[in-house]
């Protein structure tokens, strides 16, 4: 069984300032997909980047960039520039086939 | 668009009464999710299903039942609710159409609580 690990549970960064999440997972399969998702005090859940396990390059969507470590097994979330809407529970995520499995996720505050 | 849709937002039941909630997403999308989301335990998954008619097990199935009768609907039962179960639920559905890199669209979840 795919499990998903973040071992951050919470991390704080000042505002305008850099902040990494970490993410590893554990898996025998080749073909995979793995998503960061953003939970705010709405407690809806937002996509934030997604990344193809076949493709070497990490994946960047704005101020949101991962590292992917696929020997590693790691995937870490790096927000440059914090702002305070970033404020939330990040959660990692695993996909194969059928199953989208969470990691229990790290609760990021952003200082003024 | 709706997206994905559940009912009821909030729901108090006593020990021992039963409940279903209802998830309907309008996006046409083949795979259909329950998650349960504790404090400190991130998100697991309950039940699953890839198709109309079909369900399979997740993580933490026990106490749960569901059902997939149409495309667009995911039902999750609770038969006999015990204060383990509270919890807040979420619901998502997938698109397998397309990129194989599809996301999954969540519902605004439902805050359940046993008493």
């Known amino acids: 069984a795919q499990t998903v690990t973040q071992s951050q549970p919470e991390m704080s960064v000042q505002e305008a300032e850099t902040v990494t999440l970490s993410c590893t997972y554990d898996?025998?399969?080749?073909?995979?997909?793995l998503f960061w998702y953003k939970q705010p005090p709405s407690r809806q859940m937002i996509l934030v980047i997604r990344?193809?396990?076949?493709?070497?390059q990490n994946a960047t969507e704005n101020r949101f960039s991962v590292n992917f470590q696929k020997a590693a097994k790691s995937f870490s979330l790096k927000i440059s520039d914090s702002q305070l809407g970033d404020a939330a529970m990040y959660f990692c995520?695993?996909?194969?086939?059928?199953?989208?499995?969470f990691g229990k996720g790290t609760l990021l505050t952003v200082n003024p | 668009n709706a997206g994905v849709t559940q009912t009821p937002k909030f729901r108090v039941l006593k020990t021992g009464q039963s409940m279903t909630l209802l998830c309907a997403q309008d996006?046409?999308?083949?795979?259909m999710y329950w998650y349960r989301q504790d404090p400190g335990m991130g998100l697991r998954l309950i039940h699953y299903?890839?198709?109309?008619?079909?369900?399979a097990k997740g993580e933490v199935p026990d106490g749960y039942n569901v059902s997939r009768l149409k495309k667009q609907n995911f039902l999750l039962g609770l038969e006999s609710a015990a204060p383990s179960q509270t919890s807040v639920y979420f619901c998502?559905?997938?698109?397998?159409?397309?990129?194989?890199?599809?996301?999954?669209?969540f519902g605004q979840g439902t805050r359940l609580t046993v008493v």
């Open positions: 898996t025998s399969e080749s073909d995979y997909y």
């Open positions: 998502a559905s997938r698109s397998t159409i397309g990129r194989k890199n599809t996301e999954a669209f």
């Open positions: 996006m046409n999308h083949e795979y």
């Open positions: 299903s890839v198709g109309e008619g079909t369900t």
């Open positions: 990344q193809e396990a076949y493709k070497q």
């Open positions: 995520a695993y996909r194969s086939a059928d199953k989208l499995t």
